[in-house]
């Protein structure tokens, strides 16, 4: 069973995330606490982590950071879910590690399919 | 091998004797032995034995001879050919060949012998060649040795000649033992005669007289010498030669001869005589023509010469007369004591420009000397000196010695005495042209310090009427004239006087009128040259004089085509100008003209330059320009505000120096194509938004427009930049830029449940309870997006000053109401416990109330959202002074340092707003609000402790409310 770490600060996005990715048989582990990403990141052993940028304490961007420099969990794929939607931070975020970029809006739908897609071609 | 070696044929004969007498005794024994064996006796056999013995030694006997005899013939001939060769050799015939008989010793010695003949004859032959060869040049040298005219002589070492050439033979009239050219019989021979007997006509050698003799030399040294010795010739002429003498050396380098070569060089010794004679006149006259064209001074030169040529004839004493301008007396130049023309030497002189010298006076011929008795004069010479057109005078030498002068000194005193006179001469000339340089010198100097004055004075005059008059004044002086004037030409053919300056003490009060088509001045101005009046008296009366006057000069003023005006000179005398004083007054005239036209220029330069100057400082925009080389020439006002810096710290420094022209909001350097100002230095005009980097970092954006700078004649000269300041509409086009994404930010997350939960739903992935909470979702993120755009409204609306300012009592009991209401459920779930107190002095205070209570509701929310349950919020609203305060506090969760000055800014959420819902909009609404009133917001706050948000307003009361507006 696959395996995705989803943080956000907003706790109707973790929830929605959850209900969509669930029920397409995906194990989703949830977080708001951003400065506990990490520890869980290396606990938990995702096969991708959902991050949203803007979030107090930890950004997601650092997180993906840190992610990509942990030699341990450094291949675990990373999508930034954000409503920074300017083509600079784009840029950013891409720079940064992140496989891929979603900004919000988002269509559930949509992202299930992205999601997917990247479990299924590990 | 028996015919190589004559042992072995001697060997040969041996062995055939030997077989020839052997055999037959052997075999005669046997038969004689056999015959007694058979009964023979033995007596018997020894007479048979010797009977054929005897028969036997016969024949060998006569067979030994035979043999004997041909081996002698064999040997016999080639002895006889040898000695035939021998023989002819003797004789001298070397072409002798001998055939070889045999192949023995003999045959190999008489090869060897044909051998040595052929060498023999080519040894022979070879000598002979070489003998020839010596024959030859030792006849060729004879001939090269008779051939040299000079005299050659080899000689040994008892200093007897060997050996001599033809020259010697001929010149001595001696015999030649040779027999060659130049014989004369009966003469002693040259050949073993001493050689100083030969070559010096001397009986005893010449270093016994203590000359030097180059013969001797060289047997000492074994090396070559040369000298030149004079001695006497044939009939006693004295003969001057040039000796060489060169060692002669055997094998071993000893000198055994020595050849000497006696050259006559007695005609060269002559010439060279005479050449130095001449040379020495030529020095000496050299010598005077030297002083006499190095001076001007005549009396200097006349000394010097004197002094020369008395030390030169070793005179005692010399002196010049010169002719005086009548031509009837002689004037001596150094001691001015003067002589009739006549009579006397240096009268005579004078007279027949002859040279007249005295060798030796007796006391009688003293008397007719000119320097009287008592001067001991014996001998003298006087030279005449001769001019162009004529004798100028007489040179003397005297002395008290006889002296006779040689045609040599003759000479070089008769071209002295040419050279005197010319020099004399010139240096009168030069005189005179000194004299008249002088006067021209002074004259112009004078001109030159009037015409300077006169340029100066125009020049440094400020006020051009003033200046007038000065020049005016100047050239009255200058002219000693008795009135000047000068008259304006108005471009209506009018004259004005401009200008007068009179000697009389009455002015004259001209008419405006007077100076018509008879006038001095208007002729000048018609002619435009200047007119003279040298006597008015003599004019036909077409030329009206002014009163008191005699003459009058008047001169045109004008640059070019264009008459400015004319000034004049009246004297009441008559008078002449000269050429130069017309010109004079001309170049006056001239700078008149130029410095009129000037003033004229500068006024309305100056007019000009002030209107630029007020324009230039006036304009709002920043304006600077530079030089080509970029150095800021001028600043205006605007630039120096704009700017901040003063013009004195601007001007004269490099412009990359103080202005650093950047990108607009970046780093990198504007610079080459890139700069508008570099470009404009280069003739483009351009504009460009930027930002400037002044001395001190300081950013500011400016928007910049640069042309290049030319001038009238069309050089570039530099460039001109102006800018406008900028950075406030920057800054303004920043924040909206940043606002519009902030706010696109704030609005996205919302939106995700709005558009993500939504697709959910339709889809119908969930349901029951889940549905519910999305729904509930759906509309609070509807709710805050709402709550986001109304705030933003109102503060948009305060900030822009559209916000309408709805003036009235404000009741704080109804907002403390209106807020326990709207929070009653809220404080009842978290058992919060609020307390609310207003101040009496407060209640009168007058504002918009909806402001106030929106203000205080956001407040109260914030305390209620950012703490946990049995919190305590105090509202406090009191008068302080002539402010109003409002405090609210409570003892909520409070506020991490890092946040408090991040607390207004518009959405800024700090480290709680996990933890709650929010716009993060209230606090700038709060703030813009109090601001509205003309109050501040201040947050206080301990993390975990609790916060208090005060605000204060200025007690408002309905008079000072109108007042603020």
Redesign the interface.
Same mark, same amino acid.
């Given at each position: 069973m696959s395996k995705v770490v989803v943080i956000d600060?907003?706790p109707?996005?973790l929830?929605?995330i959850e209900?969509?990715l669930k029920?397409a048989g995906i194990h989703v582990v949830t977080l708001?606490?951003s400065r506990d990403a990490l520890s869980v990141i290396r606990r938990e052993k995702p096969d991708l982590v959902i991050l949203d940028w803007?979030? &107090?304490?930890v950004s997601g961007i650092d997180i993906c950071r840190m992610v990509k420099a942990d030699a341990e969990i450094k291949e675990t794929p990373v999508f930034l879910l954000t409503?920074?939607?300017?083509d600079a931070d784009k840029q950013i975020g891409l720079q940064c590690g992140a496989s891929m970029y979603i900004?919000? &809006?988002?269509? &559930?739908?949509a992202l299930l399919e992205i999601v997917s897609k990247v479990i299924d071609g590990k | 091998m028996f015919r190589n070696k004559l042992i072995y044929r001697l060997f040969l004969i041996l062995l055939v004797f030997a077989a020839a007498s052997i055999f037959p005794i052997v075999f005669a024994t046997r038969r004689e032995m056999k015959e007694l064996m058979e009964g023979i006796n033995v007596l018997q056999v020894r007479e048979h034995i010797f009977n054929s013995l005897i028969t036997i030694s016969f024949y060998v006997f006569i067979l030994a001879f035979l043999l004997s005899l041909f081996f002698s013939r064999k040997l016999l001939l080639p002895v006889r050919e040898l000695h035939r060769g021998a023989m002819s050799i003797r004789d001298g015939k070397l072409d002798v060949t001998l055939s070889p008989s045999s192949r023995d010793e003999l045959g190999e010695v008489i090869e060897v012998f044909n051998e040595m003949a052929s060498s023999l004859k080519g040894k022979t032959k070879e000598l002979e060649r070489k003998n020839r060869e010596i024959m030859e040049s030792r006849d060729f040298l004879e001939i090269i040795m008779d051939s040299i005219e000079d005299e050659i002589l080899i000689i040994d070492r008892d200093y007897r000649v060997v050996r001599a050439n033809k020259a010697v033979f001929e010149k001595s009239h001696r015999e030649n033992t040779l027999g060659g050219p130049g014989f004369t019989e009966g003469t002693p021979s040259v050949i073993g005669e001493y050689c100083h007997v030969i070559s010096h006509k001397m009986s005893r050698p010449c270093f016994l007289s203590g000359d030097e003799c180059p013969v001797k030399e060289v047997f000492a040294t074994g090396k070559t010498s040369r000298t030149i010795h004079q001695h006497g010739g044939i009939d006693d002429e004295q003969v001057v030669h040039e000796i060489l003498a060169c060692p002669i050396k055997d094998a071993q380098g000893n000198v055994i001869n020595v050849i000497e070569l006696l050259r006559n060089v007695t005609e060269v010794k002559l010439y060279e005589a005479a050449l130095a004679l001449k040379n020495r006149e030529l020095t000496a006259i050299n010598s005077i023509a030297a002083i006499l064209s190095h001076s001007l001074d005549s009396g200097a030169t006349i000394r010097n010469v004197v002094k020369k040529l008395a030390a030169m004839l070793d005179m005692d004493d010399g002196g010049i007369f010169i002719v005086d301008k009548d031509r009837k007396e002689l004037v001596c130049s150094l001691t001015g004591r003067r002589l009739p023309l006549g009579g006397n030497i240096p009268s005579r002189a004078v007279e027949t420009g002859t040279l007249h010298t005295i060798d030796n006076v007796g006391e009688e011929g003293k008397m007719a000397l000119p320097w009287g008795p008592g001067a001991d004069i014996r001998s003298c010479c006087c030279i005449p000196l001769k001019g162009r057109e004529g004798i100028l005078g007489s040179l003397y030498l005297l002395s008290c010695r006889p002296r006779v002068f040689s045609a040599e000194e003759k000479r070089i005193l008769t071209s002295v005495g040419d050279m005197a006179g010319i020099a004399l001469e010139n240096t009168r000339l030069y005189d005179r042209i000194n004299a008249l340089y002088e006067y021209q010198r002074g004259r112009r100097r004078q001109e030159h310090d009037s015409l300077l004055s006169l340029s100066s004075r125009l020049a440094s005059a400020s006020d051009i009427k003033g200046a007038i008059d000065v020049a005016l004044s100047l050239i009255a002086d200058s002219f000693k004239a008795d009135i000047a004037l000068l008259l304006e030409s108005d471009g209506n053919n009018r004259l004005i006087l401009r200008s007068i300056l009179s000697e009389y003490e009455d002015p004259l009060n001209l008419p405006d009128n007077y100076f018509g088509s008879d006038s001095v001045e208007r002729q000048a101005l018609e002619r435009k040259r200047p007119v003279v009046v040298p006597a008015f008296s003599h004019e036909s009366g077409s030329i009206r004089p002014l009163p008191l006057s005699e003459s009058a000069v008047s001169v045109p003023i004008s640059t070019g085509e264009k008459t400015l005006g004319v000034f004049s000179l009246y004297f009441k005398s008559p008078r002449e100008f000269r050429e130069e004083d017309i010109h004079f007054l001309e170049i006056t005239s001239s700078i008149l003209a130029v410095a009129i036209e000037r003033s004229e220029f500068y006024e309305k330069m100056l007019a000009e330059k002030m209107l630029a100057g007020i324009v230039f400082e006036s304009i709002s925009d920043g304006l600077y320009t530079v030089d080509t080389d970029c150095v800021i020439t001028s600043v205006n006002r605007a630039a120096e505000m704009i700017l901040g810096i003063p013009a004195a710290d601007l001007i004269g420094r490099k412009c990359k120096e103080v202005i650093i022209h950047k990108e607009t909001g970046g780093e990198r350097m504007l610079c080459g194509s890139e700069c508008p100002l570099s470009s404009a230095i280069r003739g483009v005009t351009s504009t460009k938004d930027m930002d400037y980097i002044d001395p001190s970092g300081r950013r500011i954006s400016v928007s910049v427009s640069c042309a290049p700078l030319i001038n009238v004649d069309g050089t570039l000269i530099g460039a001109v930049e102006v800018f406008r300041d900028i950075t406030k509409e920057k800054e303004i086009d920043r924040m909206k830029t940043e606002f519009v994404?902030t706010v696109?930010?704030?609005f996205?997350?919302p939106?995700?449940? !709005? !558009? /993500?939960?939504t %697709?959910?739903l339709i889809?119908r %992935?969930?349901d029951g309870d #889940?549905a519910r %909470?999305?729904i509930e979702?759906i509309q609070n %993120?509807g709710k805050r997006l709402s709550d986001m755009v109304s705030d933003l409204l109102d503060i948009s609306r305060i900030e822009s000053g559209e916000e309408i300012f709805r003036e009235g009592s404000v009741d704080f009991n109804e907002i403390f109401d209106d807020i326990k209401k709207t929070f009653s459920d809220i404080i009842g779930k978290k058992n919060i416990q609020m307390e609310t107190r207003l101040a009496g002095e407060a209640r009168g205070f007058r504002g918009d109330h909806e402001k106030v209570k929106q203000l205080l509701l956001n407040l109260v929310s914030n305390s209620i959202n950012y703490s946990d349950k049995n919190c305590m919020i105090d509202v406090d609203i009191r008068a302080e002074g002539q402010t109003l305060k409002m405090e609210v506090a409570d003892t909520g969760w409070g506020i991490p340092d890092d946040d408090l000055p991040l607390l207004t800014r518009k959405f800024f #959420? /700090?480290?709680h /707003?996990?933890k709650t819902k929010g716009t993060g909009l209230g606090l700038s609404l709060c703030k813009d609000i109090a601001a509205l009133h003309g109050g501040t917001l201040r947050v206080r706050s301990r993390l975990g402790r609790g916060t208090i948000v005060t605000v204060d307003f200025p007690l408002r009361k309905t008079e000072n409310l109108k007042d603020n507006g």
């Open positions: 600060d907003e109707f996005i929830m929605m209900d969509k029920k708001r606490e803007m979030m &107090p304490e409503a920074k939607g300017q900004t919000k &809006p988002f269509s &559930p739908k | 994404t696109s930010h704030e996205r997350t939106l995700s449940a !709005i !558009i /993500g939960m %697709e959910m889809e %992935e969930v #889940r %909470e999305y979702t %993120e #959420r /700090g480290k /707003g996990l």
